[in-house]
Nanobody, 117 residues
Framework: QVQLVESGGGLVQPGGSLRPSCAAS????????MGWYRQAPGKQRELVAT???????NYADSVKGRFTISRDNAKNTVYLQMNSLKPEDTAVYYCHYKKVVLRIMYWGQGTQVTVSS
């Protein structure tokens, strides 16, 4: 099992920034992908950004140029720097961890991000 602990969500005004983080522990493997998905009320969960242990990243078109994903492999932690936040970014943000070889995914409990004036 892999446990994921998220922190850093909150309430921010439009145009503001947040930097949630997610720490993984437990049965960590070397070949993995960590990242973030989000789910707004009444909508399906969607990819925000992911990064492999080798540093390759992938972003949703809606966040390109505003969000930056990074990770510290020594700490098994992934970060999401969110700038120029918009009300449509409001959602519960879920951290995920994927074991590439076994194709098993784990999810965090979610952290609420609310963008509102």
């Amino acid at each position: 099992q892999v446990q994921l602990v998220e922190s850093g969500g909150g309430l921010v005004q439009p145009g503001g920034s947040l930097r949630p983080s997610c720490a993984a522990s437990g049965s960590i493997v070397s070949l993995n992908v960590m990242g973030w998905y989000r789910q707004a009320p009444g909508k399906q969960r969607e990819l925000v950004a992911t990064m492999t242990n080798g540093g390759s990243s992938n972003y949703a078109d809606s966040v390109k140029g505003r969000f930056t994903i990074s990770r510290d492999n020594a700490k098994n932690t992934v970060y999401l720097q969110m700038n120029s936040l918009k009300p449509e970014d409001t959602a519960v943000y879920y951290c995920h961890y994927k074991k590439v070889v076994l194709r098993i995914m784990y999810w965090g409990q979610g952290t609420q991000v609310t963008v509102s004036s």
